[in-house]
């Protein structure tokens, strides 16, 4: 299960860096490709010269450092792996993680990566349990990061107690539970993310506020779990997640196209903020200011890809999720929207702008069915991504 999959290492500062010397050998064994990062910190517990050889791999240690720079940027770096283990994960790295710190390799590494990342703390009992990390761990897995450990028992420091980072062969466990999670291979998944831009002119346009996160983390939670995923995304500030066909589109007509070539497929997300409206007539050239004469632009309403798929009459996906942005009686709206487009799920989210919702990193969601309104706990864009992804599989897969 992780032959030839491209692991990540990073070895934070605590005693029990010496067993990640005894993971990189093993993952090695299993044919896994490590490659190492050091904190400044680890160096004090392991080499890099032993944890080179044993990886096979030259060790990363400096943000700075142009030689590694010149070959591969930190942040490709942090893109080019399949999964990321944090092992061990101290509580400073912990701390850093959560506060979204970059003020080290391995920070950075941590905060520029769209690559799921598996940790595995370690540290004294009295650290763990401080409500300091304990409110850290929270926002890590609000945040999507898997943990494996740390187990309870006696520690180097002579203390008992959590906080002994898990045995090898558990990381190795937790990290093949990663890859094997394929329970939506062979299933085939449109995603819709991002605005779209409706010219004006050749410079201008209109637009809305999503980033396309949302999007994106919904794509990359069903790639994780195998599924085979077409990502039709419109101008996003996030990246598109690895592991995925990119359809980059710009226009709402564009994004519609792009989904019915894609089709057919077992389901389809619907994640986009996708413009209602386009202007009729987009001029060819760049419209000129003309002695206070304002121009009057013209709409016409976008075709609705939601409702399209939704009300296919031959060789609709199995289940269709559509969004709903809303800013008052959200369930009520959103309820009302399921029934006018057709679709299975509506995942109904607040917008309004004191949620900090639209273009932030959480979301407090409502899902829609056939079944009724469930509300789900504020959490962040991945912990939703992973629930909803976890749902499509159990809808799909039965
Ligand atoms: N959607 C779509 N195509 C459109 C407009 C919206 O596929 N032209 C999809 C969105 O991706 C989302 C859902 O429809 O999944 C809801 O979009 P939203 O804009 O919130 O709803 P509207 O139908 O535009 O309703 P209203 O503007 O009244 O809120």
């Not at 934070?12 to 400044?40: F, H, M, W």
């Not at 093949?176 to 329970?183: I, K, P, Q, R």
């Not at 409702?307 to 559509?322: E, F, I, N, W, Y």
Request: hydrophobic share 50%; aromatic share 4%; net charge negative.
């Amino acid at each position: 299960m992780l032959a030839s999959k491209r692991i990540l290492l990073i070895i934070g500062g605590g005693i029990a860096a010496y067993k990640s010397l005894d993971l990189i050998r093993r993952l090695k064994g299993l044919g896994a490709e490590v490659t190492p990062v050091l904190t400044r910190a680890a160096e004090e517990f392991v080499t890099p010269l032993s944890v080179a050889a044993l990886a096979g791999a030259p060790v990363h240690r400096d943000l700075f450092d142009l030689t590694t720079e010149a070959e591969m940027g930190h942040i490709q770096l942090s893109r080019s792996a399949d999964l990321i283990v944090v092992a061990p994960a101290t509580a400073d790295l912990m701390a850093k993680m959560a506060q979204g710190h970059a003020n080290d390799l391995a920070s950075t590494l941590l905060l520029a990566t769209d690559t799921p990342v598996l940790i595995a703390p370690a540290m004294n009992v009295r650290m763990w349990e401080h409500p300091a990390t304990q409110r850290n761990i929270a926002q890590l897995k609000s945040d999507g990061i898997r943990f494996v450990g740390p187990d309870a028992g006696e520690m180097a420091c002579g203390e008992f107690g959590a906080g002994r980072m898990a045995e090898v062969p558990d990381i190795l466990m937790a990290a093949e539970t990663y890859f094997e999670a394929g329970v939506l291979q062979g299933k085939r998944i449109i995603v819709t993310s991002g605005p779209t831009h409706e010219p004006i002119d050749p410079v201008r346009y209109i637009a809305n506020r999503s980033s396309g996160a949302q999007g994106t983390a919904i794509a990359a939670a069903l790639a994780a779990l195998g599924a085979e995923v077409v990502f039709v995304t419109g101008p996003a500030d996030v990246p598109p997640p690895p592991h995925v066909e990119v359809v980059r589109v710009e226009t709402a007509a564009q994004m519609k196209e792009a989904v019915e070539s894609a089709l057919p497929a077992d389901a389809a997300v619907f994640a986009a903020a996708v413009a209602d409206w386009r202007v009729a007539s987009a001029s060819a050239s760049k419209i000129k200011k003309k002695d206070g004469a304002l121009p009057v632009l013209e709409f016409s309403e976008n075709p609705d890809i939601l409702a399209g798929v939704s009300q296919m009459a031959q060789g609709r996906p199995k289940l269709v999720v559509g969004f709903a942005a809303e800013t008052d009686d959200v369930v009520a709206h959103a309820t009302a929207k399921r029934e006018r487009k057709g679709c299975d799920w509506i995942v109904a989210n607040d917008v309004r702008p004191e949620t900090g919702i639209m273009g932030g990193s959480e979301n407090a969601v409502v899902l829609i069915s056939g079944d009724g309104a469930e509300s789900w706990p504020r959490m962040g864009k991945g912990a939703v991504a992973e629930k909803l992804a976890a749902r499509i599989a159990e809808a799909l897969v039965q």
